[in-house]
């Protein structure tokens, strides 16, 4: 089954112009959430072995050069689309990427642990990103979203109060 799924994104990337199934977007969901957790206990555990800016430019190395394999995959299609704002767009979130695996080392190697730090970055990203995309770009809100800023905010709020108590390490 993965290996339907995979050959469906393939076909994805070469036809820009399909949509995705239910199934599929389950399937890429999940893969996102095991692929970005492997990255965060890596960017943990990698720098109690070796240099932590060398475990984090191996992430990103690899976190550019798979995505462009994919791009030349793809036929490197650039017919139709607004190059300038696109390639402005990653080169903003290049510069974000980068910045975060810097924060996140030092966050590491300075005692911070994967149960504090990042709930709390991943949980404020959440609420972040949720509240730009509403007021910037127009995306819907309603009560059940604000219902899961809220919980989100409450949750930060108790692993933070669990950590200040000494309830963890």
């Known amino acids: 089954m993965i290996i339907k799924h995979c050959s469906q994104v393939l076909t994805f990337l070469q036809n820009q112009h399909s949509e995705f199934t239910g199934e599929i977007i389950m399937f890429l969901t999940i893969l996102a959430t095991l692929s970005y957790s492997l990255m965060l206990i890596s960017l943990n555990r990698g720098p109690l072995f070796t240099n932590g800016y060398l475990v984090g430019t191996l992430i990103n190395l690899f976190?550019?050069?798979?995505?462009?394999?994919?791009?030349?995959?793809?036929?490197?299609?650039?017919?139709?689309?607004?190059?300038?704002?696109?390639?402005?767009?990653?080169?903003?979130?290049?510069?974000?990427?980068?910045l975060f695996t810097i924060s996140m080392t030092f966050l590491f190697a300075g005692g911070g642990t994967l149960g504090f730090v990042s709930p709390i970055v991943y949980?404020?990203?959440?609420?972040?990103v949720t509240l730009i995309g509403?007021?910037?770009?127009?995306?819907?809100?309603?009560?059940?979203?604000?219902?899961?800023?809220?919980?989100?905010?409450?949750?930060i709020g108790l692993i933070v109060f669990a950590q200040y108590r000494g309830v963890t390490s």
């Open 63 to 98: 976190g550019a050069l798979i995505p462009f394999t994919f791009f030349l995959i793809g036929g490197m299609r650039l017919e139709g689309s607004n190059n300038v704002v696109g390639v402005s767009w990653g080169i903003a979130g290049g510069i974000g990427i980068a």
């Open 134 to 155: 509403f007021q910037f770009f127009r995306e819907g809100l309603t009560g059940l979203h604000l219902s899961g800023i809220g919980m989100v905010l409450l949750g």
């Open 123 to 128: 949980g404020g990203s959440i609420v972040i």
